[in-house]
């Protein structure tokens, strides 16, 4: 599409050389095709450092936009970023792309469901009622159990097992909002990567990424009922229990270990090798590895253990004296 195309449909002036836009991208990671946008003056950093080809910008910071980056005038750079994610939106289904190619030795139940454009490897085992979206890759020798949907574009390693009831490559939550209230969709136009050797139990969510990739690393379980946000990056050999959530664009260093109901909010960087107990609330990033943490606020689990040891007999010393 051409900038000046993207331009019109924004309702945007735009005068210049046209270029073509392949896409969109954040201001650290767009190439010299994409369209960028910045929300916040904290990222004035990256909107200077930026390969982007066009930014969407406000008045106010569009003298720092790089020479060689055009500059999109907007009132609202959310707002228009979200209508603009419209604009390279992929159909939900390729209907021209080639039929699925099925590996040596591969078993597909014929009460499944596979798109034009799958690629299934060697050896897998992909059960009735799951669906495979255009364009998705499952790796050798992994398994797709019943009713497991995989939405279009995601990558399945190998040796991996998605069971019953999880859905792969959802949109992510992600709206910006008018002056008078309305929601306005960002379209998730990125897509999960699932590495080698994962398993991922049933009922589970992992959204796709806004741009980019969602990523759940090399050798990481999951268990039931668990639900990874959009652009979250699930380091190697991990295991997230039952019931936890991660919000959006947080990153989990390898091994980490979450035990169940432990909720993480978004945009978060977790050390490697970190530890959360039952329900713990993790509303900071962690820069220290190999510790164990529990509760909310966050604490680590010693400190943790004597305040609820210190509650506990406070609450007996009042008992007594009532």
């Known amino acids: 599409m051409l900038l000046s195309q993207v331009a019109s449909a924004l309702d945007l002036t735009y005068s210049g050389n046209d270029i073509d836009i392949s896409g969109m991208n954040t201001l650290d990671d767009a190439d010299s095709s994409q369209l960028s946008f910045i929300t916040e003056e904290r990222y004035l950093t990256s909107l200077q450092q930026t390969k982007a080809a066009a930014v969407l910008v406000t008045q106010a910071l569009a003298p720092s936009v790089p020479a060689s980056t055009r500059a999109l005038v907007c009132d609202d750079p959310a707002l228009s970023m979200a209508y603009a994610s419209a604009l390279f939106a992929p159909p939900y289904v390729d209907v021209d792309d080639p039929a699925p190619v099925i590996g040596e030795g591969s078993v597909v139940d014929p009460r499944a469901n596979l798109e034009n454009g799958v690629t299934v490897g060697k050896g897998c085992t992909i059960m009735a009622g799951a669906y495979l979206g255009s364009n998705v890759s499952v790796g050798d020798g992994t398994v797709v159990l019943p009713n497991a949907t995989i939405y279009r574009d995601c990558v399945i390693g190998k040796q991996c097992r998605i069971h019953g009831g999880t859905t792969i490559g959802a949109d992510g939550f992600g ?46 379980k999951i268990d039931n009922n668990v639900h990874i946000g959009h652009n979250c990056d699930i380091g190697e050999d991990s295991i997230l229990v039952a019931q936890v959530g991660v919000g959006g664009s ?39 590895s190999g510790k164990i943490w529990s509760g909310y606020p966050l604490m680590e689990h010693r400190q943790w253990a004597r305040l609820q040891s210190r509650l506990a007999k406070l609450a007996k010393e009042r008992t007594h004296r009532g």
Do not use: M, W
């Not at 109901?261 to 959360?276: C, V």
């Not at 713990?280 to 990033?285: A, D, F, Y």
């Open 175 to 220: 709206y910006s909002h008018t002056q008078t209230g309305e929601h306005v969709k960002i379209y998730q136009n990125g897509n999960v990567i699932i590495e080698d050797d994962v398993e991922i139990g049933s009922n589970c969510s992992v959204d796709r990424a806004v741009f980019a990739s969602t990523c759940i690393r090399r050798g990481t």
């Open 250 to 288: 947080t990153s989990l260093g390898r091994n980490c270990v979450v035990s169940g109901q432990t909720a993480f909010t978004d945009h978060l960087e977790i050390a490697p090798f970190s530890t959360f107990t039952a329900r713990s609330g993790v509303t900071k990033s962690i820069t220290e």
